[in-house]
Each structure stands twice: as structure tokens, then as C-alpha cells.
T-cell receptor
Framework: KQEVTQIPAALSVPEGENLVLNCSFT??????LQWFRQDPGKGLTSLLLIQSSQREQTSGRLNASLDKSSGRSTLYIAASQPGDSATYLC??????????????FGQGTILTVHP | NAGVMQNPRHLVRRRGQEARLRCSPM?????VYWYRQLPEEGLKFMVY????????ESGMPKERFSAEFPKEGPSILRIQQVVRGDSAAYFC???????????FGPGTRLTVL
């Protein structure tokens, strides 16, 4: 059974800092890994999706890396801003032979960026 | 192109009543997933449906919960005889054929009194 763990559970940083969020998974037979952002009381916004054959993906100030063999992914946020404050969720999809299927989520990291 | 729609956004039920949660996938999407987020917990998969078929219901509680995705109309998650422990945010996601990206709706927040 796949288990996804995110560390730290919460993080508070001053504006402008670069930061790293960590995600680990127990079963390396994944199809892809996705990072989401969730604002309080809202739905999920997809940030980055990394296929199992890829090592990293970048979007603006965000960079996500994937080390499938060691079961780890990191989300790097450069020059953090107060607007980055949210819960960040990591989710993996198992390799079932098709592109469809459920996501297994971590518990999330609550990020607070203060001015 | 409107995103995934869920309604109602907030639903209050008394113990023993029925709750019906609706999800309209994005246009052209034929795959629907339901997830539940209990207070202080992460999102947990419940059920995966394609039009008129349940593909994977491994995350659904054995009793009181059912889901459908008819040929016409939205997907419905139905909870019969609700209990306080059903209070949670229920999220729907959809994806098109041939894609592995899931697009999430805003969720329905169910409160059972």
C-alpha cells in the first residue's frame, strides 16, 4: 500500500526566503507525482506534474524534482511571497499500466510567508 | 471552458438524513474521481467512475455511500443516513480520455449536525 509523507507539517518563513518542501513515498512504482496548492476553504490547484521518467519540472519560481528510486520529491520555492501562503500537497499516481487512476495524497505542508 | 463544478458548495444535514453531492466535470471529460478530506486529515480517494461505470470503488465505505455517473448529467455522490463522522470536504476531479491530469472542483463542505 502506497503511503505518502510530507515534511515539515508546517513552515513559517519571512518574505524573500527560498524554501524546500519534502515529499516521500513508500512504493517507487509510480506513474507520476503532482504538487498541488490548497487555499483555506478552497479547492486544489495543480502546480507541477512530473512523469516517472522525468527528473524535474519548473514553473516560474517553482521547481519540483523527483528521485523515483529513493521515493522522494522536493518542491523548491524561490523568493517566497506572502501570496504563497497556503497548504501544499504532494500526490502520487501508481503505475497501473494506464494513465488513469486514483491519486494518493500526503498530509500537506502548511506554509506561511510573513511580510 | 468552465472548470469542474460542484454543488452545493456547503451542505448542512441532520443525523439520519441523506446528502446528495453533485459534480459536473469539465467539458469533454469522461472520467470522474471523488475524494474526501476529513478535518485535520489529508485527501483520501473514494471512487473512480467513467460514464455509466464504476471503475474503482476501493475507497468507498461499505455502507451508506454510493456514487454514479450517468450517461447524461452530473456525477452524484450519495450518502444515506448521515452521521457526524461524515462531516468533511468532498472533492470531485475530472480528466479527459488519454490524459493523466486531474482537475479539481472547489469541493462541497458537508456538516452533519
Amino acid at each position: 500500500k502506497q503511503e505518502v509523507t510530507q515534511i515539515p507539517a508546517a513552515l513559517s518563513v519571512p518574505e524573500g526566503e527560498n524554501l524546500v518542501l519534502n515529499c516521500s513515498f513508500t512504493d517507487s512504482a509510480i506513474y507520476n507525482l503532482q504538487w498541488f496548492r490548497q487555499d483555506p476553504g478552497k479547492g486544489l490547484t495543480s502546480l507541477l506534474l512530473i512523469q516517472s521518467s522525468q527528473r524535474e519540472q519548473t514553473s516560474g519560481r517553482l521547481n519540483a524534482s523527483l528521485d523515483k528510486s529513493s521515493g522522494r520529491s522536493t518542491l523548491y520555492i524561490a523568493a517566497s511571497q506572502p501570496g504563497d501562503s497556503a497548504t501544499y500537497l504532494c500526490a502520487v499516481k501508481m503505475d497501473s499500466g494506464t494513465s488513469y487512476g486514483k491519486l494518493t495524497f500526503g498530509q500537506g505542508t502548511i506554509l506561511t510567508v510573513h511580510p | 471552458n468552465a472548470g469542474v463544478m460542484q454543488n452545493p458548495r456547503h451542505l448542512v444535514r441532520r443525523r439520519g438524513q441523506e446528502a446528495r453531492l453533485r459534480c459536473s466535470p469539465m467539458k469533454g471529460h469522461s472520467h470522474v474521481y471523488w475524494y474526501r478530506q476529513l478535518p485535520e486529515e489529508g485527501l483520501k480517494f473514494m471512487v473512480y467512475l467513467q460514464k455509466e461505470n464504476i471503475i474503482d470503488e476501493s475507497g468507498m465505505p461499505k455502507e451508506r455511500f454510493s456514487a454514479e455517473f450517468p450517461k447524461e448529467g452530473p456525477s452524484i455522490l450519495r450518502i444515506q443516513q448521515v452521521v457526524r463522522g461524515d462531516s468533511a470536504a468532498y472533492f470531485c476531479a475530472s480528466s479527459p480520455g488519454g490524459s493523466n491530469s486531474q482537475y479539481f472542483g472547489p469541493g462541497t463542505r458537508l456538516t452533519v449536525l
